[in-house]
């Protein structure tokens, strides 16, 4: 039996195919796109846009917060459609 078959092996833990295996390096993949994501924007639109920190956002910082990740998801989604139309 290979190391992808169902069933158990020898230690009593129990085997995944190959396509459940697959299936949970994608998972765990997005995961960690969507946190180095979300940790880039942060960062980067939090430099940009706030200039004094304080307790709460001027309206001007909300907005340019706001726009900051709109730009961000958009130039991600660019990006992955290039990136997906030139691996076909």
């Avoid at 706030?50 to 309206?59: F, V």
């Amino acid at each position: 039996m290979d190391s992808f078959s169902t069933g158990s092996s020898g230690t009593g833990s129990p085997q995944i195919s190959a396509d459940e295996f697959m299936d949970q390096m994608k998972v765990q993949l997005a995961q960690a796109y969507a946190e180095e994501f979300l940790e880039t924007v942060r960062g980067k639109c939090f430099d940009k846009c706030i200039t004094k920190p304080g307790s709460s956002l001027s309206g001007s910082e909300s907005s340019c917060i706001s726009r900051c990740v709109d730009r961000y998801i958009e130039a991600t989604g660019i990006v992955g459609r290039a990136l997906f139309s030139a691996s076909r």
